[in-house]
């Protein structure tokens, strides 16, 4: 869109400060320095937060517990390594150059570093779920779920997003997971250190073997091991989804709000909906088929709520893969390409 006057004017005038603009005087670099020295500093102010306010829950809350009790460390490497799959199967499935170890590495990080700030919006607010049904639909829906999609996300437009290197829309997506392995990673060692904090394995004196504590703290953080092992690809799928759209975001300057709310709204449903679920239908189904073993129920649930959005990814991927091959000239039939609606749009008809 072009103001009247740019509009209809000679290409030849000046029309600065009156319809155009660019830094030309020095009142106009002042003003552009402290913009992006403001940016700057917003950014700092994050990594820096992030820092304290991990660190403090990890160091100060669960620290003695991790020193007593070192093999957590080897429980939470498998509590993830479903979840690790998950994020190299999004990388490898990426048809356009190779992202780079440092841009992944940082990402990984950052979602580490600001998954302190949906722990602590979580505990706050978390008296508002209340003891009822409704409480409990709102905590997921509208903190939980949206709280963690969006610090995972910050993850990703804070570093590797502003980087030439993330050159396609499926890079989203690839960003995305790995963020997503990253909060599951620290979201998992809370978890697992909070339930050897609690369990007898800490309280465990000085005159037992150290063998013997070692033993007791695998056998106690064992079943939350594999509980979280399971959560960790939920984390992954839900943030590969808002990546993606973080990424068509990029290429699409002029939408990029609407699209990229469409993807956290896409991730935090699917999200607030497992969390509503998972604690619902294992017992549900356990009254209609009694006798199966609460857990082998979570753990088909799980299995089948994953499944059926890692599918829905899978053909996400697939269908950017087949374009660019299509682009590059690999596809000889060009009628399969033809546009599609998306899993969650409605068909306008």
Same mark, same amino acid.
């Given at each position: 869109?072009?103001?009247?006057v740019?509009?209809?004017?000679?290409?030849?005038?000046?029309?600065?400060?009156?319809?155009?603009?660019?830094?030309?005087?020095?009142l106009?670099?002042?003003?552009?320095?402290?913009?992006?020295?403001?940016?700057?500093?917003?950014?700092?102010?994050?990594?820096?937060?992030?820092?304290?306010?991990?660190?403090?829950?990890?160091?100060?809350?669960?620290? +003695?517990? @991790?020193?007593?009790?070192?093999? $957590?460390?080897?429980?939470?490497?498998? #509590?993830?390594?479903?979840?690790?799959? !998950? *994020?190299?199967?999004?990388?490898?499935?990426?048809?356009?150059?190779?992202?780079?170890?440092?841009?992944?590495?940082?990402?990984?990080?950052?979602?580490?570093?600001?998954?302190?700030?949906?722990?602590?919006?979580?505990?706050?607010?978390?008296?508002?779920?209340?003891?009822?049904?409704?409480?409990?639909?709102?905590?997921?829906?509208?903190?939980?779920?949206?709280?963690?999609?969006?610090?995972?996300?910050?993850?990703?437009?804070?570093?590797?997003?502003?980087?030439?290197?993330?050159?396609?829309?499926?890079?989203?997506?690839?960003?995305?997971?790995?963020?997503?392995?990253?909060? +599951?990673? @620290?979201?998992?060692?809370?978890? $697992?250190a909070?339930?050897?904090?609690? #369990?007898?394995?800490?309280?465990?004196? !000085? *005159?037992?073997?150290?063998?013997?504590?070692?033993?007791?703290?695998?056998?106690?953080?064992?079943?939350?091991?594999?509980?979280?092992?399971?959560?960790?690809?939920?984390?992954?799928?839900?943030?590969?989804?808002?990546?993606?759209?973080?990424?068509?975001a990029?290429?699409?300057?002029?939408d990029?709000?609407?699209?990229?709310?469409?993807?956290?709204?896409?991730?935090?449903?699917?999200?607030?909906?497992?969390?509503?679920?998972?604690g619902?239908?294992?017992?549900?189904?356990?009254?209609?088929v009694?006798?199966?073993?609460?857990?082998?129920?979570?753990?088909?649930?799980?299995?089948?709520? @994953?499944?059926?959005?890692?599918? $829905?990814?899978?053909?996400?991927?697939?269908?950017?893969?087949?374009?660019?091959?299509?682009?590059?000239?690999?596809?000889?039939?060009?009628?399969?390409?033809?546009?599609?609606?998306?899993?969650?749009?409605?068909?306008?008809?």
């Amino acid at each position: 869109m072009e103001d009247p006057v740019e509009a209809r004017a000679d290409e030849s005038e000046d029309l600065y400060d009156v319809a155009s603009w660019e830094p030309r005087t020095a009142l106009d670099n002042v003003a552009v320095g402290m913009y992006r020295g403001g940016v700057r500093i917003a950014r700092w102010t994050l990594y820096i937060l992030g820092v304290v306010i991990s660190g403090l829950i990890v160091v100060v809350t669960y620290g +003695a517990v @991790i020193v007593d009790n070192p093999i $957590i460390l080897g429980l939470v490497l498998l #509590s993830v390594l479903p979840a690790g799959l !998950l *994020a190299l199967y999004v990388y490898v499935t990426d048809v356009t150059t190779r992202e780079p170890a440092t841009l992944i590495a940082a990402t990984f990080i950052l979602a580490i570093l600001f998954a302190g700030f949906a722990a602590v919006v979580n505990s706050r607010l978390s008296a508002l779920q209340g003891a009822t049904i409704v409480g409990l639909v709102l905590y997921f829906y509208l903190i939980v779920a949206p709280g963690e999609e969006i610090v995972k996300l910050l993850a990703v437009r804070l570093y590797a997003f502003r980087d030439d290197r993330f050159d396609s829309v499926v890079d989203g997506a690839v960003y995305g997971a790995v963020a997503g392995l990253g909060f +599951a990673t @620290i979201e998992n060692l809370i978890y $697992i250190a909070r339930d050897l904090q609690s #369990s007898s394995a800490v309280l465990t004196t !000085l *005159a037992v073997a150290a063998t013997a504590q070692v033993t007791d703290a695998a056998e106690a953080g064992g079943q939350i091991t594999a509980f979280r092992s399971l959560a960790g690809p939920g984390h992954v799928i839900y943030s590969a989804f808002a990546g993606y759209y973080l990424g068509l975001a990029k290429f699409n300057r002029e939408d990029a709000v609407p699209i990229i709310l469409k993807g956290l709204i896409i991730a935090a449903f699917i999200h607030a909906t497992y969390n509503l679920l998972v604690g619902i239908v294992p017992e549900l189904v356990s009254t209609i088929v009694p006798g199966v073993p609460e857990l082998v129920l979570f753990f088909g649930f799980v299995l089948v709520y @994953i499944g059926l959005f890692f599918y $829905i990814l899978y053909r996400k991927l697939e269908r950017y893969r087949r374009h660019y091959h299509a682009v590059h000239e690999d596809v000889e039939d060009p009628g399969e390409l033809e546009p599609e609606m998306t899993e969650f749009d409605a068909d306008p008809e």
